[in-house]
């Protein structure tokens, strides 16, 4: 999953402290991050010239070159390290400029190009961006309408007249696989741009449980009754500001599917043998459906 990167490791204390020019440099604007584009022409592709993008997050002191600047100029704070490479997030002019003209090589990318990145790029760059995107939501005051300013205490956004103190947004959300015999339940979210068929989920809405969110979320995108909830992990998911917990349930009663068209295009039950392989490198969905296929027990 995105936050398994052994052997590398996650330093997420809330520090302040300067760059060295191998940092990390996270320039958002506009919902969009300034990547590094690779272009390589791959072999088997050479004959129809295909050109395939790669991409990378940018470090500190090849952007400082690249516009003239010095680490003495460096406009920007510190977010988190990955071993001893740090994160910052740039507080340059340019940094603030939705729609910001990119470098030639280096283009601003929505936050799913972190997914194809390697395991340390892929969870640092996709944690920043949620940082960023939270930051870029809070710079005015909820409560007064004045200017705030970052905590230089903890990982916070504090209104300097009131008083008022915003933390990281994290919405927790749950997702279930739920077994029918030797058959799955499986479903497409309508806004999910990969066609390829995952589990049910949800936000957890207030005054519930994670377990009563699992029994309410199946109940209305897909009409059935589930027992026997358990969990069985989770993973922070940057990508839509979440904690995603997982579980595994049993289907309770009948069998028939009535799909909430608003949020699925799809929901069925999927037999074992028809379930292709997922790779479980990045989400638990993936996990979830995989610890199903290879007929590993849910109880
Ligand atoms: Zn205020």
Redesign the pocket.
Known sequence: MIHDILPHKLFNEFKICDPKPTDYLIRYAGGKTLLKTNTTTEKNEVATGTKVATYNIPRVGELLELEGKSLGNFEGHYLFSIDDTAFFLDDSSAAKTSGATAHAGYEYMGNRTFRSMDPVERLGGATAAHIAHWESQNKF?G????VTIRGDKERSIV?P????VVYPRISPVVIVAVRNGDKLLMAHNIDNPNPRLFLISGFVEVGESLEQAVHREVQEEAGVKVKNVRYFGSQPWPFSDSLIAGFTAELDGDDTIHMQEAELSEATWVRREDIPEYETDVSISCCLIENFRRGFTLE
């Open positions: 005051c409560v007064c309408g004045n209104c007249k009131c008083g008022n």
